[in-house]
């Protein structure tokens, strides 16, 4: 069975950055588009963006450019979501999705909370 | 970006009611719709995908109807473990943009 395993919380100082890491055990890593999306405490689902492991292609939402970075380990069959220039506002879960058909993510990580305070 | 909305944002129903909850994109996305389940503290579910699809796994009294702007998540007969929040999110065009959320609670 396959699971995705995400790196544990951090507590980060405002305008660091944050590199959180989701490793797929099992399955076909790099067939698949893995998408990631964060939660603020007590909010809805936000879409920040997603990576084609096969296609080496990023694209991510308007709000997070120039700020969001996501990469993937082929030998290691991991994502990575850096987010720099970190705010308070950016304190959340954040999760990793693998995606099939149609964006449907049928496979998620724990999710990962991080945390931006002075 | 594509804008979804949700209708209602929070809905208080019994055990055993039929439950509707409404999705909308602020242009047309096909059948280009998933509807997830989340539970407080724990990662989301996906119920329901292509708009009607039933993902492996997920009972049969969760169904799903819709397509272009409009779109509609059914629980047919509602059972405890079902109170929860239910999001929507389009798969037509990235961004992938969410609903804001439906929160389903006990009457």
């Known amino acids: 069975q396959v699971h995705l395993v995400q790196s544990g919380a951090e507590v980060k100082k405002p305008g660091s950055s944050v590199k959180v890491s989701c490793k797929s055990s099992g399955g076909t890593f790099m067939n698949y588009e893995i998408t990631w999306v964060r939660q603020a405490p007590g909010q809805g689902l936000e879409w920040m963006g997603r990576?084609?492991?096969?296609?080496?292609?990023?694209d991510y939402a308007q709000k997070f450019q120039g700020r969001l970075t996501i990469t993937t380990d082929k030998s290691t069959s991991t994502a990575y979501m850096e987010l720099s220039s970190l705010r308070s506002e950016d304190t959340a879960v954040y999760y990793c999705?693998?995606?099939?058909?149609?964006?449907?993510?049928?496979?998620w990580g724990q999710g990962t909370l991080v945390t931006v305070s002075s | 970006d594509i804008q979804m909305t949700q209708s209602p944002s929070s809905l208080s129903a019994s055990v055993g009611d039929r439950v509707s909850i409404t999705c909308r994109a602020s242009?047309?996305?096909?059948?280009?719709l998933n509807w997830y389940q989340q539970k407080p503290g724990k990662a989301p579910i996906l119920l329901i995908f292509a708009a009607g699809s039933l993902q492996t796994g997920v009972p049969s009294r969760f169904s799903g109807s819709g397509s272009g702007t409009s779109f509609t998540l059914t629980i047919s007969s509602l059972q405890p473990e079902d109170y929860a929040s239910y999001y929507c999110?389009?798969?037509?065009?990235?961004?992938?943009?969410f609903g804001p959320g439906t929160k389903l609670e006990i009457k």
């Open positions: 999705a693998r995606n099939g058909d149609i964006a449907a993510a049928g496979l």
């Open positions: 242009q047309s996305i096909s059948n280009h």
């Open positions: 999110q389009q798969g037509y065009r990235t961004p992938y943009t």
């Open positions: 990576i084609i492991p096969i296609l080496h292609t990023a």
